[in-house]
């Protein structure tokens, strides 16, 4: 999962990007707070995470814009402890709202649970520049696309979830017999197989790896 840190205080930034990297997620630090839709764009994001005081534009004012062009999650940092500024935020369309000093493991958490909820809850789901369609069993990066079947599909959700983390065969097996989709050892080599031909199809190539005797894993 990418996380987009917007914060203009160089400390903050290093103690977020080390917390977060820590905890497997990719970090990009947005650099141009005179154009930060244009950043958000072009980095995607997954979360953002966006201080409140900034130095060409507030957080909040920037939210609002933020809100009419795109819908991905934001936790609030701020430095106030001011119940007003948390309302403002909310109303702006902030997902939570966090201040500092914050609690390492307690941001962590919310930030865990924002992004649970948005796999659940979500038409697609995103990865890097990918999205993932489960609905219409497709996948789109940019002007590409190609369409997965139903193991193909159930197979990406689960290492898509467990990105960064070794997903064993039995794990698999067993979330395709979960859904009621018969499939032994031979049948999962050949949708991996697949799989990859397909992720290739749209530029992304060997990010499925293969762990000697242990499974697979999505980089």
């Given at each position: 999962m990418r996380i987009l840190i917007i914060e203009d205080d160089l400390e903050q930034q290093r103690e977020l990007k080390q917390?977060?990297?820590?905890?497997?997620?990719?970090?990009?630090?947005?650099?141009?707070?005179s154009n930060l839709l244009e950043e958000v764009m072009e980095v995607m994001p997954n979360l953002i995470l966006l201080d409140i005081?900034?130095?060409m534009i507030s957080g909040e004012v920037f939210l609002r814009e933020l809100r009419r062009t795109i819908d991905v999650p934001v936790i609030m940092l701020t430095s106030k402890n001011n119940e007003s500024d948390e309302?403002?935020?909310?109303?702006?369309?902030?997902?939570?709202?966090?201040?500092?000093?914050?609690?390492?493991?307690?941001?962590?958490?919310?930030?865990e649970a924002i992004l649970k909820r948005l796999q659940q809850t979500s038409d697609f789901l995103t990865v890097d520049k990918m999205q993932i369609f489960p609905d219409r069993g497709l996948i789109k990066c940019e002007e590409k696309e190609?369409?997965?079947?139903?193991?193909?599909?159930?197979?990406?959700?689960?290492?898509?979830?467990?990105r960064g983390k070794i997903v064993s065969r039995e794990a698999i097996m067993d979330d395709l017999w979960n859904s009621y989709e018969f499939v032994?050892?031979?049948t999962l080599t050949v949708n991996i197989s697949?799989?990859?031909?397909?992720?290739?199809?749209?530029?992304?190539?060997?990010?499925?790896?293969t762990r000697k005797k242990q499974g697979y894993i999505l980089l």
């Open positions: 917390l977060l990297n820590s905890s497997s997620y990719e970090v990009v630090i947005a650099r141009d707070f005081n900034l130095p309302v403002l935020s909310m109303s702006y369309g902030a997902d939570d709202y966090i201040t500092k000093p914050y609690n390492p493991t307690i941001l962590l958490l919310r930030i190609v369409l997965l079947t139903k193991n193909e599909m159930l197979i990406l959700k689960l290492l898509v979830q467990n032994d050892d031979n697949r799989l990859r031909a397909k992720l290739q199809e749209i530029g992304y190539e060997d990010v499925i790896q």
